[in-house]
DNA sequence: GCCAACGTTGGC
DNA sequence: GCCAACGTTGGC
């Protein structure tokens, strides 16, 4: 089992919108390197931190779980979808999404600033420099070591 | 609002 | 295949 760092603006879709809905796809992804990480590695049960990026404050808000492994993401053969992209065919589809499923929202939410005062988290891509990825892998331990800051 | 970082595009 | 221009991300 791994695990994941999820980024998102809380004014386009917060941990709020998914507590609500209590399971979203995933949709929207147009970098390779994140389209291979869903399309490859994440697997059904794979366990997410969801971070506000663009936020007040910047932080890890909750966890969620990944419960619907790579599918095509359909908004990419939408024509008046955003993320429309014809370069994306339905027989070969450039682009996938997975399934995520609310699991908490933490009453702490552990801030950017509290991640990069924490030795144990100098290694994690959400704070080295120029880290644009919006999903990556962390470590189990770093996973752990955020949880532990939440207080939950 | 600014700007550094970096991925993508397109001309050659 | 190189690389300048451009667009986007995201912290500050």
Not at 130 to 144: A, H, T
Request: net charge positive; charged share 35%.
């Amino acid at each position: 089992m791994k695990y994941w760092l999820f980024k998102s603006e809380p004014n386009s879709y917060s941990i709020d919108d998914l507590k609500k809905d209590k399971k979203t796809h995933w949709d929207g992804i147009r970098n390779y390197q994140a389209r291979n990480f869903i399309r490859d590695e994440m697997k059904k049960g794979d366990l997410v931190l969801f971070y506000h990026s663009n936020a007040e404050p910047n932080a890890v808000v909750g966890v969620c779980e990944i419960v619907k492994e790579a599918y095509p993401d359909h908004t990419a053969f939408d024509p008046d979808s955003k993320y429309y992209d014809p370069k994306s065919k339905k027989d070969n589809p450039a682009w996938m999404m997975i399934d995520l499923k609310y699991k908490k929202k933490f009453k702490n939410p552990v801030e950017l600033s509290t991640i990069k005062d924490n030795p144990k988290l100098k290694d994690m891509r959400l704070v080295q420099r120029g880290n644009r990825l919006s999903v990556f892998p962390i470590e189990k331990k770093e996973f752990n070591e955020i949880l532990k800051m939440s207080g939950e």
